[in-house]
């Protein structure tokens, strides 16, 4: 059966220390990917799945997330004078994506203590988890998948992707059990950015997650980890040891499009990849990248 699941909760809070100095005034969320703000593409995943109550974990500095998403009446009517139909229908589509609600999280304590911020929000429910920095291609359903299995097997359930051994001590890792289901397996602990060589496996989790609301009893007893932050990671090691608490941990294994936007490096090869697939942009940049890319390589033609 479906899940009634209806909440997402996104954690926006981040400082964007990596994208500095393009982040000291404007938040990292709202760094374009070719012309939307990436947390939009994240938002209009949400709601792709169903889920149109949208709780932000924000911050100092965060304003334009809220500004983005509320109305503004002096543009709309600019365009509306000057018979702009186009401009004023993409203005007006981030306006009616969804309820959206914002809390301030405070004291950057870690994504633990970001979502434990959601709690009086969410109250007694299921509640995905969105992170900003992943972009999953509409194209590769991700989020529904993990609706559906959380349905199913109850509990929590995270996005896994395989990586480089060489990439595990980037991520989070999971040690793993083969289900039923070919893409869904039983996750029996959690290692947050393991020491090369140590990581339990190669399935690393990627910025999406099902929770069990009994997450936010576990997150209140986790001890800070790594970085002196309240992890995710660990509270739901402790969630996959203690199944009676608020049930099992389950993987989606994911092998579809993602764009990690939270590194300098892959922030453009996304927008390379995005706006080459664009209808309308798509042919005339392809037939430049390829120009240019041959000019690196062989020189310029004389």
């Not at 809390?103 to 429910?125: F, S, T």
């Not at 995270?158 to 990439?167: F, G, I, Y």
């Not at 039983?186 to 496996?201: F, Q, W, Y």
């Amino acid at each position: 059966m479906r899940s009634t699941l209806s909440k997402a909760v996104i954690p926006a809070a981040g400082l964007g220390t990596r994208f500095l100095p393009a982040t000291k005034a404007t938040p990292k969320e709202m760094l374009p990917v070719v012309d939307k703000p990436a947390i939009q593409y994240v938002v209009e995943e949400a709601v792709s799945a169903g889920l149109d109550d949208v709780l932000m974990i924000t911050g100092r500095n965060k304003r334009p997330l809220e500004d983005h998403f509320d109305r503004n009446h002096e543009l709309e009517s600019a365009l509306e004078r000057k018979g702009d139909a186009g401009r004023l229908a993409r203005v007006r589509e981030s306006t009616d994506l969804a309820t959206i609600h914002y809390v301030r999280q405070g004291d950057p304590r870690g994504l633990g203590h970001a979502v434990l911020c959601a709690a009086p929000h969410v109250g007694d429910e299921a509640f995905a988890v969105l992170l900003g920095d992943d972009l999953i291609d509409p194209r590769d359903p991700l989020l529904s998948r993990m609706i559906d299995v959380q349905a199913r097997y109850g509990g929590s359930v995270v996005a896994l992707m395989e990586v480089d051994p060489s990439q595990s001590h980037l991520y989070g890792c999971a040690a793993v059990e083969a289900t039923e289901d070919g893409d869904v397996v039983r996750v029996t602990g959690l290692v947050e950015k393991p020491a090369p060589g140590d990581a339990p496996s190669n399935y690393a989790v990627i910025g999406r997650y099902v929770l069990h609301p009994g997450i936010f009893g576990v997150l209140r007893r986790t001890e800070p980890g790594r970085g002196g932050e309240i992890q995710l990671t660990d509270a739901l090691q402790m969630q996959a040891a203690d199944e009676k608490v608020c049930g099992p941990v389950h993987g989606v294994v994911f092998s579809g499009r993602r764009y990690d936007t939270g590194d300098r490096g892959d922030y453009l090869r996304a927008i390379v990849r995005l706006a080459s697939e664009r209808e309308d942009l798509g042919p005339e940049f392809r037939a430049w990248l390829r120009d240019f890319v041959r000019d690196e390589i062989d020189g310029p033609r004389a």
